[in-house]
């Protein structure tokens, strides 16, 4: 019998939508379970560290974006081919996430003095450093974030851009065109485009 | 020829110190360059991403402590032995690093009011909350992360508890007796021991 998934996580793009785009992409027997808040009461205890997202396989449940990103895509051939070329897609997607938790870190402050301190800084310091610096990484591999082909890291780049932009209140792609035409790029694959005309209206 | 390796990383432990195990650990041989305060101007040009630690790989940088510590794991049979099993010794480090954000998060808060309101929740619900979860984890797989035996989830888990504990004043393992004895354990193997007999005196 084919395995299972169920993903549990939030109505909205963010950190669930690289393991949707991977579910699509791999063409698995997948539910899209959509939390409207807080994990509820009926699910809490499935959550294997109380976060969101966590994907249940035949039933068990695991945690973490990016573990079941990079998990899903060595099912569906977006490995690397060997040990150094992994390494070189967990690099880049490791630094991502460095980006993202910038910003997640000035979003979330619920300080307002010290979210106001932190605004400045990462507009005009931060997130240029490192959009710069994917800019010129997804260059120098012909357009992917590693190895020169496409992998999940590209997939679990692409995905959470909708969330990031909504949270910064602008397009972060805008002035980087090799990253916007990657970003497109995952988009059009038939799969995630298939996914993508199907999925749920949502404000992230 | 042998590969050459040079880690660069601050005087102390915190995110050096899982690859400082591994490369320990596999016998490498390697060079332990550390620096006082920043990268300085002579080596910055080498940090792929402007930040430490990044390994040097016969010359070529490569950045991310956790990226870096998966990829030496996987050369000296600390991995998985397939995709699940991999998946769950991830899964484990990406929730340590979520403990390791939260108590970092509040260190480096130099918004006085903003570090303040922090330090309740955490010393009293998140540090409780994961430090549990990783000791029933840890019980649940025979003392070790994941999979019921040693893989670099487990070094890069124990490498870094002086420095946290610095952060926090206070021993975090002493109330989880399996996790004190996982960092024990790590920390008896032959190469560590002998890297951890010889390694300079840091204040963190």
Redesign the interface.
């Known amino acids: 019998m084919p395995d299972k998934y169920t993903l549990h996580y939030f109505n909205g793009t963010a950190l669930g939508e690289p393991i949707r785009y991977l579910l699509a992409f791999g063409k698995f027997d997948w539910e899209d379970v959509r939390y409207k808040c807080d994990l509820g009461q009926d699910k809490g205890f499935l959550a294997?560290?109380?976060?969101l997202p966590f994907l249940e396989i035949n039933g068990k449940a695991?945690?973490?974006c990016?573990?079941?990103s990079?998990?899903l895509g060595?099912?569906v051939g977006l490995s690397g081919r060997d040990?150094?070329e992994?390494?070189?897609i967990?690099?880049a997607?490791?630094?991502f996430h460095?980006l993202r938790?910038r910003i997640v870190?000035w979003a979330y402050?619920f300080?307002l003095?010290?979210k106001a301190?932190k605004k400045g800084p990462l507009m005009t310091e931060q997130i240029p450093?490192?959009m710069k610096?994917l800019e010129q990484l997804v260059k120098d591999n012909d357009g992917y974030v590693a190895n020169g082909r496409l992998s999940w890291g590209d997939l679990l780049f692409a995905a959470p851009f909708k969330y990031l932009n909504v949270l910064v209140g602008f397009d972060l792609l805008e002035p980087y065109p090799t990253l916007k035409q990657l970003v497109q790029e995952v988009e059009a694959i038939p799969q995630i485009a298939e996914y993508l005309a199907k999925r749920p209206a949502t404000t992230f």
């Open positions: 294997p560290f109380g976060q695991y945690a973490q990016t573990a079941i990079r998990y060595s099912l040990a150094l992994n390494l070189a967990d690099m997607v490791d630094t460095d938790l870190s402050d300080n003095e010290s301190a450093f490192y610096k």
